[in-house]
């Protein structure tokens, strides 16, 4: 075995870990260097409580952070091998990855690492143009190459039976006070180095619309318009449904949204179908496949945008303590 990671390896790989979305970008991850391991927890403090009980968003949001993570150390030189869960004692502690054999970077890992930076949620209006036929096909080796599997919707009546579960289960969420007001506090008019700027909003939904918005900001547009034509959606899902398919899951989707990047296509993500335990349900017998949905992913070309903020990366590393 080679020898352990350090400080110096961590730091650099943090700044990429942290650019993986989250929910409401709350950046629920911590990063702690032990033994010469990497390790990945979840962090409670960051959890939503009614948005997200379980605890599913933190674990896809640190499964997304540790596919960068894994990334970044691989395109440094210093690939990892993973083990999810080590520890049944420490249930937030979400995966420790330890140096593996030196290898050079595939160049696979090197566009992916290079889209880290430029990725985000677009939540503006995609233009008509199809999703070409092999990034299709590309998005779907992506997210099988993490063991899981991407069910893209093809015609107009698999987009609108997804729509109708979609915003039924808007619907559910958005009668819970809690809910609306968990939105509220991580939705930010200012700047900020969490949340999501009232900028990255994007347009307010109208009841026209295919696909429910979540409903940050709501810039106006114009009333009786539909949203777009017709964007691709995806449902991207896992084999089970423990903490371990979740965190698998987060890094599935991190990869499926680089490769959207790297092939220059924009996405948002949905995921009110998720959080409804009876519309998960039904969205995964309306999907006739084995396995859990874990996220509805909107993929087409999009306008320019950028990047949300993110809290600096001394705030999210467990370092030891020099020895004086
Ligand atoms: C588990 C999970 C669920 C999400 N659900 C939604 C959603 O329903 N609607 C939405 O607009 N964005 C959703 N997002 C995207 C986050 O809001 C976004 O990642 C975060 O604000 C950071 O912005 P960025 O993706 O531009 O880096 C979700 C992200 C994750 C990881």
Redesign the pocket.
Known sequence: MDIGYTATDLRAAAVDAV???????TQPWRFRLRDGGIEVLADPDRRLPAT?PSG??VR??CG?ALFNLRTALAVAGRPASVRLRPDPAEPDLLARLLPDVQRRPSPAEQSLYAAIPR?????MPFWPDPVPADARWRLGEAARAEQCWLELMIGVSAVAALGEIARSAHRVLERDPAYRSERERWLRQESAPD??PAS???PRSEPQDVLP??G?GGRDRAPGRDFEPEPLVAVLGSVGNTAVDQVVA?QA?QRVLLTATDAGLAA?????P??VPSARQQLRLSLGRFGTPQ?VLRIGHGQPGR??PRRTVDDVLDLPVPRP
């Open positions: 650019r993986a979305p989250s929910l409401h970008n997200d599913w968003g896809m949001a997304a990725r985000f949620s677009n939540r949340g999501v990255a909003g994007g918005t979540r940050f987060g989707l948002s993500l949905l995921s009110q998720i959080e996220m990047p949300t």
